[in-house]
């Protein structure tokens, strides 16, 4: 297929590129409405066939999908299988044993690799050390660690005897561990003692002494620690042990523990940017099957692959395409311990030329940072690496702004990659929307058409689909195997959050505003649904003019957030971060108007920026994630209560008080 663009409607599309093409997983459009039909026509013989052939399985499952208590949908239920056998032992027995499993990447630079025997070994004499500890099926260990295969191994060897694992990101404080510990229950802790970031040393094992010195922690029995740095720690020689002493002597074999397909496999607090952080609990059979399925239908995973996702352990991404999925599909994977811009912002592409990764997959937040980064440093930039082995390019996390989509298509893909702009959430397991490499036809900002078998739609607040076009709630209607099973201990949050009786209360709310296009039926996603405006009557996603912002050479990131406005009910107000230094006075007013005017161009007059403010940065969650509801705050002159403990960089937020 000639790699040029054409032009459908008003949007550029791209092909998804020769490179992708060849051979995928899903090959061709037809392929896909194939699939989709099949789903859609029997759906029990569809996921049937597809959870038979993608994983192993100690004892087959008979029944495919119970509804009868939804929406606690239960999937695969009488099946027994163990997910850490399925990433690791089936890899031995079908001649990967010798493959690469993990290429770890040290924040100075040292490289580690690690076959799947080692890595299997490695997780069988944990497993076998935790279970001397007196550790079972169902107990609950909280996870507290920097990217490391230590924290796969610990990951695995929970799962391999059916420990439920909670995974808290390192950047977050005592407070925030404290709080998922005692909500979890956990009786076990796993931790390093201290993480390195960009060259330096971070403490961890000291926020977990802060974090049980709080009360309410009595369950946790015994606190394990990976020595990475060797920096000092406070010990309790009652409760903390070195990991490579539990480890030590233990057999390299264990009999994995053969759990129920709804057997909980983890549980994973979301990012917190709208509130509360909630337990999302993931089943082990549909969630892995989902996780081999995403792998293969959207990173079109082969044999000779070198996969690359960006994502910490800490977050979802980091469970379902660092620590499950490209081990259930055998791959070879890159793991990265340090940060994008160290020692320069060329890290990434120099990366992906040392372990020639053919797969790369990272966040929108990331793309823009690097733009800035590697513009002002030519000699970091994509363009002067060889970066000819890549053939998919994948985002998640936000929606990706056209101007950032093309720079990564241009300089980083060379045209030649497809980019899959994956749409999901923690709670949805894997991707649920998202182009396919060797078949969907690309519009930059788009994350296109839904995987076969969601049955995802635009409603709404009655319930009712709206026609293409207009924007309304993003659903979906029928119930997939990766999907949550419920909020850690609270049943009731779960059903109000996801299946609102408003809806009919068994259709999934997924809490994000979308449009499908016209011509194409592809969707964007605008943004949550509190980030829809309403300006004098016409409703916006705040993510349309963020992207005419971002779209101006000028702007490396926008964030944009309604605010009360007596003349128009509400009034779009928008934090600017420039590619120059921040500007005040007289400049910044100048630099405020030729924005505005910029918007007015480039949307209309209406979605001009009543009030603009400047800043270093924007105020964001450890995941990258801009933290719009404080910007909301800040824009309405409150003062900031909300939980600010997972926030970045909080001193941004008395820079950005006052308006310039
Ligand atoms: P919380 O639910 O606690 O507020 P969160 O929603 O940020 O946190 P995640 O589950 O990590 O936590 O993120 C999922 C959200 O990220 C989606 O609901 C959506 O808003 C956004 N998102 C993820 N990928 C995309 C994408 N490709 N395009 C648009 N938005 C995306
Ligand atoms: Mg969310």
């Known amino acids: 297929m000639p790699n040029i ?59 495919v999908l119970d509804e009868s208590d939804a929406p606690f949908y239960r999937w695969f239920a009488d099946g027994r299988l163990n997910a850490s056998y399925n990433c690791l032992d089936r890899n031995l027995e079908n001649g990967n044993a010798e493959k690469t499993a993990i290429v770890f990447e040290a924040d100075d630079g040292a490289v580690t690799r690690i076959t799947y025997r080692e890595l299997h070994q490695r997780v069988c004499r944990l497993a076998n050390g935790l279970r001397s500890l007196g550790y079972r099926k169902g107990d609950r260990a909280i996870i507290y660690m920097p990217m490391s295969i230590e924290a796969v191994v610990a990951m695995q060897a929970c799962a391999r005897l059916g420990v439920i694992h909670s995974v808290v990101f390192g950047g ?123 792998m293969k239908w959207t990173f079109d995973i082969k044999p000779t692959d070198v996969f ?12 379902t395409y660092v620590c499950y999925g490209p081990l259930a ?3 070879t994977e890159v793991m990265f311990e340090g940060v994008p811009t160290h020692p320069n912002a060329g890290r990434f592409w120099q990366m992906c030329q040392d372990h020639r990764v053919t797969v790369f997959y990272t966040a929108p937040t990331a793309i823009r940072a690097l733009i800035k980064a590697n513009d002002a440093a030519p000699e970091t930039h994509p363009s002067r690496f060889d970066l000819s082995q890549l053939r998919i390019l994948g985002t998640v996390g936000e929606p990706i702004n056209p101007e950032a989509w093309m720079w990564y298509y241009r300089n980083v893909g060379r045209e030649q990659c497809p980019i899959v702009d994956t749409f999901w959430q ?11 490499p060797g078949a969907t036809p690309l519009v930059p900002g788009s994350c296109t058409l839904p995987l076969p078998g969601i049955d995802a739609a635009i409603v709404d607040e009655a319930g009712h689909e709206v026609p293409n076009g207009q924007g309304g709630l993003l659903v979906i209607r029928r119930p997939w195997p990766g999907m949550l099973r419920t909020i850690w201990g609270d049943p009731e949050r779960f059903r109000k959050s996801y299946y609102p009786v408003e809806l009919g209360g068994s259709i999934y709310l997924a809490g994000d505003g979308a449009v499908r296009d016209k011509v194409t039926g592809y969707f964007t996603v605008v943004g949550r649904i509190d980030d829809v ?24 990131e926008a964030a944009v ?40 161009k480039e949307i209309g007059p209406i979605a001009k920026p009543k009030e603009i403010r400047f800043g270093d940065n924007l105020p964001k969650t ?30 941004i937020l008395e820079q950005l008080r006052v308006a310039q």
């Not at 004098?536 to 971002?550: D, K, N």
């Not at 450890?622 to 926030?647: C, N, P, W």
Request: with cysteine; hydrophobic share 40%; charged share 25%.
């Open 5 to 63: 663009e054409f032009d459908l409607g008003e949007k550029r599309v791209f092909p998804p590129g020769p490179r992708a093409v060849q051979g995928a997983a899903i090959s061709g459009m037809d392929a896909y409405h194939r699939l989709c039909e099949h789903a859609r026509r029997d759906p029990d013989g569809f996921w049937r066939g597809l959870a038979q052939e993608h994983l192993v399985w100690k004892t087959p499952f008979t029944e």
């Open 172 to 294: 977050f404080s005592a407070k925030s561990v404290h709080e998922r510990i005692v909500d979890v229950g956990a009786s076990l802790v796993l931790c390093a003692d201290e993480q390195m970031r960009g060259g330096r040393a971070i403490p961890l094992k000291a926020a977990i002494d802060e974090a049980l010195a709080m009360g309410g922690c009595e369950a946790v029995r015994k606190v394990l620690v990976y020595r990475r740095t060797g920096g000092a720690v406070a010990w309790d020689a009652a409760r903390d042990e070195w990991l490579h002493d539990r480890m030590a002597g233990q057999a390299d074999q264990c009999e994995p523990e053969w759990v129920e397909a709804e057997h909980p496999l983890f549980v994973l607090y979301t990012s917190g940017s709208t509130g509360t952080p909630k337990g999302v609990q993931h089943s082990t059979g549909g969630y892995l099957l989902w996780a081999v399925l995403t």
């Open 308 to 319: 690359w996702c960006t994502a910490d352990v800490g977050w979802v991404t980091g469970h």
């Open 329 to 331: 599909t055998g791959a």
């Open 426 to 436: 923690t709670e949805t397991g894997g991707h649920v929307i998202t182009p396919l």
């Open 533 to 556: 405006l309403n300006v004098s009557g016409h409703r916006m996603g705040t993510m349309e003019i963020e992207s005419a912002l971002v779209a101006n050479p000028i702007v490396a």
């Open 561 to 600: 957030v309604g605010k009360p406005d007596e003349l128009t009910g509400e009034a779009v107000c928008a934090y600017v971060v420039l590619k120059r230094a921040r500007p005040e006075g007289a400049e910044a007013d100048r630099i405020a108007k030729e924005l505005r005017d910029w918007v007015a």
């Open 622 to 651: 450890r995941s990258g994630k801009i933290m719009r509801r404080l910007l909301r705050s800040l824009a309405r002159g409150e003062d900031i209560r909300q939980d600010v403990s997972t926030l970045e960089n909080p001193a």
